[in-house]
């Protein structure tokens, strides 16, 4: 688990998202991708306007998930990864229409 960028070799443009899965994320966008199903739209122009080869797919950061004792109670994840992705959207800044992330208006 961690977060990924898929990145546009080209023009540079970029997507950031975390996932508690980065292997099958990326096979999911990849599918998604070559069947015109992707919902990052602004992704999928360019995927079909450069192609495949034209993008990048990495991992940015990894978390490891951790066991904390006490009370019967799990670790979850969650709250962490979503806090490094905020971290690597800070840093990267992937937002339209340099990049392919949309900027979120919290209300």
Known sequence: ???????NMVNGRSYVAASNDIRARFNRHRMSLKTNNESVKALLADWNEFGENAFEFETLDSLEPLDRPGAGLTYDPMDDLKV????????????????????????
């Open 1 to 7: 688990m961690g977060v990924y960028r898929i990145r």
């Open 84 to 107: 490094l992705e905020a971290l690597w959207l800070e840093k990267l800044q992937p937002y339209e229409p340099e990049g392919y992330n949309r900027v979120i208006i919290e209300r």
